[in-house]
């Protein structure tokens, strides 16, 4: 089992990334995904939970309205779009998959932002917001 989040780069204050969550060895779909993001010398902080199910989405407030998590089940792979990128969005992103056994729907709310409950974790990439 392999998750792989991609995408990440150097962009310039209020430009955009579209990151990745790829995954070999598990079906996305049946899991909730988890978008997180550390900075230097900072904890790591949940931003993004995006459920298994009904699409239901929850957005840590600091991004709420810039960013959009979205699924291609086709292609295995979720997709965190970021839009008015901030110097603040700087830092290492991860994604994380979570799934219930046996599956039931998860519900995505602040307390999936903790992070303590999902299954699989991937390797980060790095986001850089600088002119």
């Known amino acids: 089992v392999q998750l792989q989040a991609s995408g990440g780069g150097l962009v310039q204050p209020g430009g955009s990334l579209r990151l990745s969550c790829a995954a070999s060895?598990?079906?996305?779909?049946?899991?909730?995904i988890g978008w997180f993001r550390q900075a230097p010398g900072k904890e790591r902080e949940g931003i993004s939970c995006?459920?298994?199910?009904?699409?239901?989405?929850y957005y840590l407030d600091s991004v709420k309205g810039r960013f959009t998590v979205s699924r291609d089940n086709a292609k295995n792979t979720v997709y965190l779009q970021m839009t008015s990128l901030k110097p603040d969005d700087t830092a290492v992103y991860y994604c994380?998959?979570?799934?219930?056994?046996?599956?039931?729907?998860?519900?995505?709310?602040?307390?999936?932002?903790?992070?303590?409950?999902?299954?699989?974790w991937g390797q980060g990439t790095q986001v850089t917001v600088s002119s």
């Open positions: 995006l459920s298994n199910s009904d699409g239901n989405s």
């Open positions: 994380a998959a979570e799934r219930l056994n046996p599956w039931s729907p998860v519900i995505c709310s602040r307390r999936r932002l903790r992070g303590d409950t999902y299954n699989y």
């Open positions: 060895g598990l079906a996305l779909d049946e899991y909730a």
